[in-house]
């Protein structure tokens, strides 16, 4: 039996890092299926909602375009959020990352970003989840890696907080990690606001 409200969990990340992969093994199986793809420009043009089930919770995965994609400017990707999110709150971010790029991207920054400036809440960095994808891709020691010194080179471009819950998924390992770190999610709310031009102009040039 299904109890208390909905989770929502936004899932963001670059360009071919997994997301919607991800999305499919983690939603529920009579939802359709998001599209999947090897396209460099990214395969997920519009913001869609997923809904799955974790410990008894319900849950709603809102997919975003993947960041760095062609055809989805910035802009247009924090215009699509805030129609999806309105000034509304979230329970969490799954920030992923391919493992086997080893570096924190323009990608991950660019994320980072959107974070920082578009949810308002003190505590933000503590409902992040930093999730390592495509892991049967990588050996072991790839893997460790991300948990570890990825992590701590993510947190050097956090402001006021860190991250510090971290999951590693792929359809070998499995997503159960992951689907843990969100049950774990504290209770506070994220709020998000659909940061000002001014701002997130000032803040890409500091990324890009």
């Known amino acids: ?27 529920d199986s009579t939802e359709p299926e998001a599209a999947v ?52 709150q979230i329970d969490g971010i799954v920030a992923c990352s391919n493992i086997a790029k080893n570096r924190i991207t323009l990608g991950a920054r660019i994320v980072q970003m959107i974070i920082d400036k ?3 809440s003190a505590h933000k960095w503590g409902g992040v989840i930093l999730c390592g994808t495509q892991a049967d891709r990588c050996d072991n020691e790839d893997v460790q890696n991300f948990r570890t010194a990825m992590k701590d080179a993510f947190n050097r471009e956090v402001i006021g ?34 940061p000002s031009p001014e701002k997130l102009s000032a803040a890409l040039l500091r990324v890009t």
């Open 1 to 27: 039996m299904m109890s208390g409200p909905e989770l929502k969990i936004l899932v963001v990340g670059e360009c071919g890092d997994g997301k919607s992969t991800l999305i499919n093994y983690m939603k």
């Open 37 to 88: 793809g090897r396209t460099p420009s990214g395969v997920t043009k519009h913001t869609a909602l997923y809904r799955g089930m974790i410990a008894w919770k319900r849950v709603i995965y809102v997919d975003a375009p993947g960041v760095g994609d062609g055809a989805v400017h910035i802009g247009t990707l924090v215009d699509m959020l805030e129609r999806v999110l309105g000034t509304g």
């Open 118 to 120: 578009g949810i308002v």
């Open 161 to 194: 907080g860190a991250v510090d819950k971290v999951a590693v998924v792929s359809k070998t390992h499995g997503f159960d990690e992951l689907k843990r770190a969100i049950a774990g999610l504290p209770s506070q709310k994220l709020q998000y606001t659909r």
